[in-house]
């Protein structure tokens, strides 16, 4: 069955796919990662995916960058079909992509560098996005110096710096303990608020998903498709420390994992 998942706002799609496939060979035959997904996300939406370990949901992040090519269907950003690597995203990875040579201030300016910008002017920019991730005075060190959440501001920082009107996160906060965890998902939701890019978040944490998010997207077992679609429909700005004892994130949580817990138990049955 193919599903078809409608931004739920604006008449641009900042994302859009349709019909998309993809598949790697293998000493046994093809196998196909994800398949039939049909999906748009509309300028300024969050949208959290989630679905059972190996789905495909990162497969999708890498169709968006450009940094794999689907075996069907078709991949647009903005209007564009995606071709090569592409510099209308912004990526934030599971583990930092910080370059450990240089301090944290020169890599949130290496984007801004990328698309242009003079050294110095990055660099004043670059100090500026540090103190609004709260490292005022950090900018000097480098990520062996950081902890963890450190980096992972840097991160967030060198990604928006720029201000692309697209970011792919990829479980962007897992590695990261609880307390810090939900700090970091407070301080994003200040900073997309600002300009609103449209994103699209992977997570495996369901409560993360309702709590930033638009629409949270269900992907089944592998070979992973779009089978569930579910509108958040919390008041912004949030609070998720707060967020978290309401009754409507508690329904809305109960709702979505339903409808995952089925694709869950399927993944589990396929394995043994």
């Not at 968006?64 to 689907?70: D, F, V």
């Not at 779009?226 to 912004?236: A, H, K, M, Q, S």
Request: one cysteine or more; charged letters at 25%.
């Amino acid at each position: 069955m193919t599903t078809t998942v409608q931004g739920s706002r604006a008449d641009t799609h900042a994302i859009k796919l349709s019909g998309v496939k993809r598949s790697y060979p293998t000493a046994k035959g093809e196998f196909v990662a994800v398949k039939d997904v049909n999906l748009t996300v509309a300028s300024g939406e969050f949208v959290s995916v989630v679905g059972p370990s190996g789905c495909g949901k990162s497969t999708l992040l890498g169709l968006l960058a450009g940094l794999a090519k689907p075996a069907a269907g078709t991949v647009e950003t903005l209007g564009h079909p995606v071709r090569g690597v592409n510099t209308e995203v912004g990526f934030i990875f599971q583990r930092d992509a910080l370059l450990p040579w240089r301090t944290a201030e020169q890599n949130v300016a290496l984007p801004l560098r990328y698309h242009g910008m003079s050294k110095r002017d990055a660099l004043r920019e670059a100090r500026a996005w540090l103190a609004r991730v709260k490292l005022d005075g950090f900018g000097e060190r480098y990520p062996h110096q950081l902890s963890g959440g450190m980096r992972k501001r840097v991160a967030i920082a060198a990604s928006l710096a720029y201000q692309p009107k697209i970011i792919l996160m990829d479980e962007p906060f897992s590695a990261l303990d609880v307390q810090t965890r939900t700090i970091m998902e407070d301080d994003l939701l200040v900073l997309w608020q600002e300009y609103r890019p449209s994103v699209i978040f992977i997570t495996h944490d369901l409560e993360e998903a309702v709590g930033l998010s638009d629409r949270v997207l269900v992907m089944s077992a592998s070979p992973g498709t779009i089978v569930g679609e579910f509108t958040i429909d919390l008041p912004r700005p949030r609070n998720l420390l707060e967020l978290r004892y309401d009754e409507r994130f508690t329904e809305l949580s109960h709702e979505i994992w339903e409808r995952l817990r089925k694709e869950v138990l399927q993944t589990n049955v396929d394995k043994r």
